[in-house]
């Protein structure tokens, strides 16, 4: 049995260095790790600027009430149109129930409308997952009201005089949320728009 020889050595020494190189992420490839990261937590979502007034609509939420959308006015809304197979939807829905539940006493409400096709599907998943706001269906007069919904989720914002602000294509999240539901919000003292 020989020892190996100087040269061997060397190019066994060469061959380690060469592989921990190639093993050891580039800089693109980082970004490109990143960039994949941010769209999984934060998906991107078009806003479309809208300033328009909607036609009535009226839906029975899962708990049996009726909300006209006239009763809605002097609040800012987000109708968030969902689905309980919407893996998006799922994501987005505790950063709407967390803004809820810290924006409502400023004046802003949420109704998520499912377009699922058994009520029954929407409402348990709302009721297994905690939901404190208001949940029903999509039906008629909210399509004729808001329009074609393509995509899931979609979330329109509605202002204080009822007039459609915001449409949200793709997930929300509290921030986004931040951005364009805060201006609109009345301000303490301020008497609501008309």
Not at 26 to 39: E, P, S
Not at 52 to 78: I, S
Request: aromatic share 10%; hydrophobic share 45%.
């Amino acid at each position: 049995m020989s020892l190996p020889r100087a040269a061997d050595r060397a190019q066994g020494a060469t061959d380690k260095r060469t592989l921990r190189s190639s093993l050891r992420p580039h800089g693109v490839t980082l970004v490109l790790l990143g960039v994949i990261a941010w769209l999984w937590f934060r998906p991107l979502a078009w806003v479309e600027d809208a300033d328009r007034p909607l036609p009535p609509f009226a839906v029975e939420t899962f708990d049996g009430a009726r909300v006209d959308f006239a009763a809605l006015r002097g609040r800012v809304v987000l109708v968030n149109v969902w689905a309980s197979w919407c893996v998006y939807c799922w994501k987005e829905m505790p950063a709407i129930e967390r803004f809820h539940n810290d924006y409502r006493e400023r004046g802003f409400s949420v109704l998520a409308l499912s377009t699922d096709e058994s009520a029954d599907d929407a409402r348990r998943f709302l009721r297994d997952k905690g939901y404190t706001f208001p949940g029903g269906m999509v039906n008629a007069s909210v399509a004729a009201a808001l329009g074609d919904v393509s995509r899931l989720p979609t979330s329109f914002i509605i202002d204080t005089g009822g007039r459609l602000r915001h449409r949200i294509v793709g997930q929300v999240h509290y921030g986004r949320l931040q951005d364009l539901v805060e201006p609109l919000l009345v301000a303490p003292g301020r008497p609501a728009a008309p």
